[in-house]
């Protein structure tokens, strides 16, 4: 199985790694874990931590954790234990994501990041650093989150009421924003730094200040450096996107989306 | 004792374990520390964390850190030496505690928080992810602090004439609000989120905005779901609380404050 | 040459350490790294973090770290390869630092801070918890950064055209703020609490809101306790400062600029 191990791993029976997997040092696997093929963990990792039935009763059953192929999981992560992460997944270091997560495919989680667990995370998802996802989030296909952005879930707290916000594909959260609970933003919609966003964003709508006012349309934003629009941009960039090696169109068109 | 440790913890002399303690992997308890019956510790912690005066002369004198029965102190978090916890304590990962901190009993801190020391934190009070306390800052009885929450000192920075952030009790700090230095926020106020806090806030006041002005009356405010007042919320929440096998009115009226 | 090694501390070949260096347990030290004499490195830390390179290939060219005397690193933190670091360097817990990143001397960087590398700190300058330096920025000396400040780098996100913040000597950037890209925050501003700062900001200006506006100069600012001017604040503050021991003017006047 060609698993490199560094010193001090700590890997619980029934761990399942895949081929080529490597694990740094003082890393702990816990029971329950599957990682897959040609993925590296880095040092002082948990996989598959503790929820809270085991730190109250020091016994509970095993709730799986599955990670996909090709994972970067950087060090001091905490991954619980009770979620799904699918392949090509990424994070920086001293990320923690809580149980009843569910990653799709190429997502990559910055450093700090903290997602709350009883979430969903689409695929091509890219967050910076230092997110937090609340419980109840829903964040689809190829949406994009800046550092310090804040998806809430409490809309007058404490309560026992919670609502999760929903970003739609292709929409971009900027540094520093905050979404109120529950709300929808919309394909397209480009939340701006530092903004408060306290009702719906409609698809393509800019949103800007505290509290969030639609002042624009992302299709009338242009690049600062090149004058070029830049929304939406799936037409204008590619890096780390399926379309990496061709154009979004392209790539869109070559989908069989029947089957 | 029957306290239970992981694989390379490392306990220094004169540590105190209560019966039943279990101790995660990797943990690091120094000496002076004093950790209370049934209490949990995840792996990678430091308990009784070095003081200037070690890192800078390699050696001091013990300062105690107690920490009372039934704590559960999750992984990667750094509790420093020279401070005192209650009974009940609660924390996420990745959390940091300086010291000459107080904190009551039935206290939960998130994960990342960042408690500065030289400050006094309640009972029953509830930190969510990523709050920073800074010096000097008084948490008052059951407040609730959500994530990305800062409580700031230095008024007019660089400075050395702090002033701490007084919070009291049963006020409620939402997700990425900031309060300026030495500002009382009353009983049972509510300030928004993402709201920069420049002057006092009155007790029942809803503070909104940049800067922060009191809009409304908590009161006021109902629950966007069902339709009911929502505060005080110690009459319509009981989770977490001492009063939660009954209610508010019955908890209290059964105090026994004379004694 | 008097180094301390706590338990279960990993040295890579190659690694050079200086006099009466102090590694507390469970540190990495990778190959490529020099740490200078007289340093504390808390427990829990890697130094010569791997960049991309060896995550992707398992195997890559050693990059050197070099980080000066009289660090103080603190447990937790983790600084990449491919960095240097002057002396009396000091860290809080939980920092990451990426490669490329040059830093000065006497600088100090908060507990949980994130720089992302390929950036450009100055000497004396001291960044509290949580700050999050974006790849591109540059931080002259004798500047302060509070928590929880943004340094941001792409106008339109996502583009590849990132510009960085500039940071003249002598500025502030107060709890909360976020720059936009590309902008220079001249010596001696302020930026307020909260503020989002979307234009360039003038010397000695003072910054507040969202959008940020200029309402004042630092030099009317007064101490809210003495009453007395704060700014510029080398006339008014010395703790960490080289003319700790005099005034700035003595020290200023005494350096020998010509040589
Ligand atoms: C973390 C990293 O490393 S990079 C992270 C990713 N990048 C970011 O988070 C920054 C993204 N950029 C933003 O959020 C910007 O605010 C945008 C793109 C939404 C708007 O920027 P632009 O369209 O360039 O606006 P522009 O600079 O032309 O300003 C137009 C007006 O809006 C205001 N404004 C611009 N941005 C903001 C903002 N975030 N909040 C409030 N007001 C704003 C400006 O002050 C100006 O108004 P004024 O003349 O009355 O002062
Ligand atoms: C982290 C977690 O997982 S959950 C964390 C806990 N939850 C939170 O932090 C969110 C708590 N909610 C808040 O802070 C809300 O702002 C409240 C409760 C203070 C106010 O909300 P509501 O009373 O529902 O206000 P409502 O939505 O009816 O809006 C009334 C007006 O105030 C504005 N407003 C509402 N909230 C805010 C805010 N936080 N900042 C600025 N303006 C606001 C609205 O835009 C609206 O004004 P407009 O019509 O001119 O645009
Ligand atoms: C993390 C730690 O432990 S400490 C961190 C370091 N300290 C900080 O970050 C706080 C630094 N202080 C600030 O940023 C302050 O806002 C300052 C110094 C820029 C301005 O404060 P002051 O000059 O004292 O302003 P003052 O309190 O007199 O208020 C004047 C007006 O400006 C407003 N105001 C003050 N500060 C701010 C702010 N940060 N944002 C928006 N408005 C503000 C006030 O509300 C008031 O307007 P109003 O009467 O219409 O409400």
Same mark, same amino acid.
């Given at each position: 199985?060609?698993?490199?191990?560094?010193?001090?791993?700590?890997?619980?029976?029934?761990? @399942?790694?895949?081929?080529?997997?490597?694990? %740094?040092?003082?890393?702990?696997?816990?029971?329950? +874990?599957?990682?897959?093929?040609? #993925?590296?963990?880095?040092?002082?990792?948990? $996989?598959?931590?503790?929820? &809270?039935?085991?730190?109250?009763?020091?016994?509970?059953?095993?709730?799986? $954790?599955?990670?996909?192929?090709?994972?970067?999981?950087?060090?001091?992560? +905490?991954?619980?234990?009770? #979620?799904?992460?699918?392949?090509?997944?990424?994070?920086?270091?001293?990320?923690?994501?809580?149980?009843?997560?569910?990653?799709?495919?190429?997502?990559?989680?910055?450093?700090?990041?903290?997602?709350?667990?009883?979430?969903?995370?689409?695929?091509?998802?890219?967050?910076?650093?230092?997110?937090?996802?609340?419980?109840?989030?829903?964040?689809? %296909?190829?949406?994009?989150? =800046?550092?310090? +952005?804040? $998806?809430?879930?409490?809309?007058?707290?404490?309560?026992?009421? =919670?609502?999760?916000?929903?970003?739609?594909?292709?929409?971009?959260?900027?540094?520093?924003?905050?979404?109120?609970?529950?709300? !929808?933003?919309?394909?397209?919609?480009?939340?701006?730094?530092?903004?408060?966003?306290?009702?719906?964003?409609?698809?393509?709508?800019?949103? @800007?200040?505290?509290?969030?006012?639609?002042?624009?349309?992302?299709?009338?934003?242009?690049?600062?450096?090149?004058?070029?629009?830049?929304?939406?941009?799936?037409?204008?960039?590619?890096?780390? &996107?399926?379309? !990496? %090696?061709?154009?979004?169109?392209?790539?869109? %068109?070559?989908?069989?989306?029947?089957?």
């Amino acid at each position: 199985e060609n698993v490199t191990l560094g010193h001090h791993c700590i890997l619980e029976d029934g761990v @399942v790694l895949g081929d080529n997997v490597y694990l %740094d040092s003082n890393t702990i696997v816990r029971r329950g +874990v599957t990682l897959g093929a040609d #993925s590296f963990v880095g040092a002082n990792c948990i $996989l598959g931590e503790y929820q &809270m039935d085991f730190c109250r009763d020091r016994s509970a059953p095993v709730h799986p $954790l599955t990670i996909g192929a090709h994972a970067l999981i950087r060090s001091n992560t +905490v991954l619980y234990s009770g #979620s799904s992460i699918g392949e090509g997944f990424q994070t920086g270091h001293h990320v923690t994501i809580r149980e009843k997560t569910w990653i799709g495919d190429h997502v990559s989680v910055g450093t700090l990041s903290d997602i709350q667990g009883n979430c969903r995370i689409g695929n091509y998802v890219r967050m910076h650093s230092n997110v937090h996802i609340g419980q109840l989030s829903r964040v689809d %296909d190829f949406v994009w989150i =800046f550092p310090y +952005v804040v $998806l809430t879930n409490d809309p007058t707290p404490p309560s026992e009421n =919670f609502v999760g916000v929903h970003l739609h594909s292709f929409s971009i959260v900027a540094t520093g924003a905050l979404v109120m609970p529950g709300l !929808e933003i919309g394909q397209d919609a480009l939340v701006a730094a530092g903004a408060i966003v306290t009702k719906p964003v409609p698809p393509y709508a800019v949103v @800007v200040g505290n509290p969030g006012r639609v002042t624009s349309d992302v299709r009338k934003v242009k690049n600062k450096i090149t004058g070029e629009p830049v929304y939406p941009w799936r037409h204008h960039f590619k890096t780390y &996107m399926p379309w !990496e %090696d061709s154009d979004f169109q392209r790539w869109y %068109d070559g989908l069989d989306l029947a089957g």
